[in-house]
């Protein structure tokens, strides 16, 4: 039983499942136009009942080179998730082959004597499945699975926020970043950074003084024109991270984690970073492993901010 986050990829990135419509150049109106492949490889997801009747789709995206699905298994099943998706992966590579025969088929001679004369396969690679295990994660990915072609459609209308931005040195140090590096040429700069004895005091002494009159002066800051700097890790950070979003407030978050191949921030920094109110800077290289940010990440995090802040 459990809650599964299901992504089949295209390896090659090729649009062959749909294409993305933006009419009148709106994202908020932005939907994929179905291949018939992209039908087909939906048609095997929806039918997945019909073999594992445990299983429900809770929601899907087809996207033109993957598709996204939120899987419950909803009572014990005689085999694993692992099992299922293999079966949904069998499926829809015998749909990619029929694809690549017919492709093949009505290829120009001149072409076709050039390749090889088996179907080239299309779905070469297991779908990826991530349980969804902690508070809000779930409804947060119903949200991501639901927006994404509007997340693309945004980055394909202004893609210098999205596009990775290599070697880039401050203090000595080298970052990639995502967003809008202009904010790293700001007069003010101001690290974020809460100590843990204020909101041990405010915890165990109910004296939450220093506490509050800080992270109301990071807000203040932020709305007098300084651009915050931080991790943004503890509660007390996220805080005023989220009054930052919320009032549209300028700041450079630092990452545990470097950027993977077509990377998107989430939810309300992805809208951030498509104003360009928001950089988001790593000095890591992407660790598809990753789960858990460590003590000295933290403290080396908290480090970088203050570099960045007293950069000339």
């Known amino acids: 039983m459990g809650i599964y986050h299901v992504t089949l990829v295209v390896p090659s990135r090729e649009p062959l499942l749909g294409k993305l419509e933006i009419p009148e150049n709106d994202a908020e109106k932005a ?8 039908k087909d490889v939906v048609a095997c997801l929806l039918h997945l009942y019909e073999y594992y009747p445990e299983v429900r789709v809770m929601r899907f995206c087809l996207m033109p080179d993957h598709l996204h699905a939120i899987i419950h298994v909803r009572r014990t099943m005689p085999i694993g998730i692992k099992s299922v998706v293999r079966g949904l992966w069998q499926a829809v590579k015998k749909h990619g082959r029929a694809y690549s025969s017919m492709h093949l088929l009505f290829a120009p001679n001149t072409i076709r004597d050039k390749e090889q004369t088996l179907p080239h396969p299309i779905f070469t690679q297991m779908p990826h499945i991530r349980p969804l295990v902690r508070r809000g994660q779930l409804a947060a990915m119903m949200q991501y699975v639901k927006m994404n072609p509007q997340r693309l459609a945004t980055k394909r209308l202004k893609p210098g926020y999205f596009r990775v931005q290599e070697g880039i040195e401050i203090a000595g140090r080298m970052y990639a970043g995502v967003g809008n590096a202009v904010l790293l040429q700001a007069e003010r700069m101001a690290a974020v950074h ?10 165990k002494h109910g004296d939450d003084t220093k506490l509050r009159d800080y992270m109301n002066g990071c807000v203040q800051a932020a709305r007098n024109g300084t651009v915050m700097v931080s991790p943004f890790i503890s509660p007390q950070e996220k805080m005023v991270q989220e009054v930052l979003l919320r009032e549209e407030l300028p700041f450079i978050l630092l990452a545990d984690n470097g950027f993977r191949d077509y990377y998107k921030p989430a939810d309300a920094l992805f809208e951030a970073v498509a104003a360009g109110r928001v950089l988001i800077l790593s000095p ?9 940010v460590s003590r000295e990440e933290c403290v080396a995090m908290n480090g970088m901010a203050e570099e960045i802040c007293g950069a000339e």
Not at 195 to 200: G, K
Not at 284 to 292: F, L, R
Request: aromatic residues 14%; charged residues 35%.
């Open 194 to 203: 809460v100590r843990r004895i204020w909101a041990e005091d405010a915890q």
């Open 284 to 292: 890591w290289e992407y660790d598809e492993a990753k789960q858990h």
């Open 31 to 38: 939907f994929i136009s179905e291949t018939q492949l992209g």
